[in-house]
């Protein structure tokens, strides 16, 4: 079992940044997936980026450009830094692994572009 605990999010105004944090609970030593996904009000939850054990990155369109992520297998830790926020950034962002065919999830981190 993998504990997945999101950080960094907060309110930040239109044009600025934030960098989100997820900490797994131990080492992941097989092939993996991590995510970012995310849950804007009244909206189903979609991907926002990916990356993989072999550093592999993708990236929803409407984040490209802006967003970046990157992980850290000292740390357990993947990151994603967004940059050039908007309104419709605003959402609550979960952090996703998927190792051996099990899929685990963060309790997520509520991000607000306001200003």
């Known amino acids: 079992q993998v504990q997945l605990v999101e950080s960094g999010g907060g309110l930040v105004q239109p044009g600025g940044s934030l960098r989100l944090s997820c900490a797994a609970s131990k080492s992941i030593f097989n092939t993996y997936i991590a995510g970012w996904y995310r849950q804007g009000p009244g909206k189903q939850r979609e991907l926002v980026a990916t990356?993989?054990?072999?550093?592999?990155?993708n990236y929803a369109d409407s984040v490209k450009g802006r967003f970046t992520i990157s992980g850290d297998n000292a740390k357990n830790t993947v990151y994603l830094q967004m940059n050039s926020l908007k309104p419709a950034d605003t959402a609550v962002y979960y952090c996703?692994?998927?190792?051996?065919?099990?899929?685990?999830w963060g309790k997520g981190t509520l991000v607000t572009v306001s200003s």
């Open positions: 996703n692994l998927k190792v051996a065919a099990i899929n685990y």
């Open positions: 990356i993989t054990s072999g550093g592999y990155t």
